[in-house]
């Protein structure tokens, strides 16, 4: 429903994509199309003040250019790292990787200093709700995105709405099992979730680039060192690779066998490695479905870096609809965590 005295054909949504190195956010209309774009590293480490006062200054930035373009926003939607209560948009728990981002209370604030409606989820649902808004899983009645990068985030879809689950920890399929993340000696490797032997400790970029260090000694600073020194053919990086793909790989497949989704998108920075991560991920995958889904598509994420974003801006659109609940509208400091709730958020047809 149009916001009242807005013309539907220039309605747009301020998306947002909050993440531990850089912030994001784009003008998005209606139809989904992307105006413009502009980003600023997070300052992850200097407490939420300041990551919220990144987001309102783009946010501001965004407002006065669509304006300009003679766009009317009506809303703020946010993607957002953390275990997000998208019921009134607060940040119920978080890593290390946002130093005081825990219990921040993000919709609120940025409505507050917005003049706007403003609406949060976790990112990686902000990133499936773009691929299946505008992206690869498009019409799909289900999707199950993973997206392995600097963590491993899931999200499924169901009748176009992430599953959030009983605590909105739905989707956090770095931190299931995986019989991958033990060391030579059988020790579980360390997650970042404070437990081990999880599947982010083995298959996202930094595990990738820990197992090679482990193993060759060598010097390499990144994921993506490691990918070339791989697609040079040197063994040590080969293996870190392949190690990575193929325990993520396993993971989806399993995945897949418990949720029978009608597609899978893979998206995330480590997936960029090409086929040195696509051939030993698939080939884990396959062998672990079940005989039903062996046509199962799985398909790489076309969106890229705006993919959240967008998908951040249907959050928005979606919850002015009007058999939706309230925005959050709220004015707290950027400091008060006062607003973060200790109720779970209960979607039954509900970052990650």
């Known amino acids: 429903m149009p916001a009242r005295g807005v013309d539907s054909a220039t309605r747009c949504v301020i998306g947002v994509d909050l993440g531990g190195t850089k912030t994001a956010a784009g003008i998005v209309d209606a139809a989904g199309t992307l105006h413009a774009t502009d980003s600023r590293p997070t300052p992850a480490t200097a407490g939420a003040a300041a990551i919220l006062a990144t987001a309102v200054g783009l946010i501001a930035s965004l407002l006065a250019q669509a304006r300009d373009a003679g766009l009317e926003p009506v809303a703020v939607g946010i993607g957002a790292a953390g275990v997000i209560d998208a019921r009134d948009g607060s940040v119920v728990s978080a890593t290390d990787s946002l130093t005081g981002w825990a219990g921040t209370p993000l919709a609120a604030y940025l409505a507050a200093q917005s003049g706007l409606p403003a609406f949060a989820v976790n990112d990686v649902h902000a990133h499936n709700l773009g691929e299946h808004w505008q992206g690869a899983s498009a019409g799909a009645?289900?999707?199950?995105?993973?997206?392995?990068?600097?963590?491993?985030?899931?999200?499924?879809?169901?009748?176009?709405?992430?599953?959030?689950?009983?605590?909105?920890?739905?989707?956090?399929?770095?931190?299931?099992?995986?019989?991958?993340?033990?060391?030579?000696?059988?020790?579980?490797?360390?997650?970042?979730?404070?437990?081990?032997?999880?599947?982010?400790?083995?298959?996202?970029?930094?595990?990738?680039?820990?197992?090679?260090?482990?193993?060759?000694?060598?010097?390499?600073?990144?994921?993506?060192?490691?990918?070339?020194?791989?697609?040079?053919?040197?063994?040590?990086?080969l293996r870190a690779f392949s190690l990575g793909a193929a325990a993520a790989g396993q993971a989806v497949g399993g995945l897949a066998n418990v949720l029978d989704p009608a597609m899978v998108v893979i998206g995330g920075g480590v997936t960029a490695a090409g086929d040195l991560w696509w051939n030993p991920f698939e080939a884990a995958l396959r062998a672990e479905l079940m005989d039903p889904l062996a046509g199962l598509a799985v398909v790489p994420a076309v969106l890229g870096g705006n993919a959240a974003v967008v998908g951040a801006a249907k959050l928005a659109f979606d919850r002015l609809a009007p058999d939706r609940g309230a925005p959050a509208t709220d004015a707290p400091s950027a400091g008060d965590t006062s607003s973060a709730t200790d109720t779970p958020f209960v979607q039954e047809n509900s970052h990650a």
Request: glycine share 18%; hydrophobic share 40%.
């Open 141 to 237: 009645a289900s999707s199950l995105l993973v997206a392995v990068g600097t963590g491993v985030g899931g999200s499924l879809i169901v009748g176009g709405e992430p599953q959030l689950g009983a605590r909105a920890v739905a989707g956090h399929v770095g931190h299931i099992a995986s019989p991958y993340a033990y060391d030579d000696g059988g020790v579980a490797l360390p997650c970042s979730c404070g437990r081990a032997g999880h599947l982010e400790a083995v298959a996202s970029g930094p595990a990738i680039l820990d197992l090679y260090r482990r193993q060759s000694g060598g010097d390499a600073v990144s994921a993506r060192d490691v990918a070339s020194r791989a697609g040079a053919g040197e063994p040590a990086a």
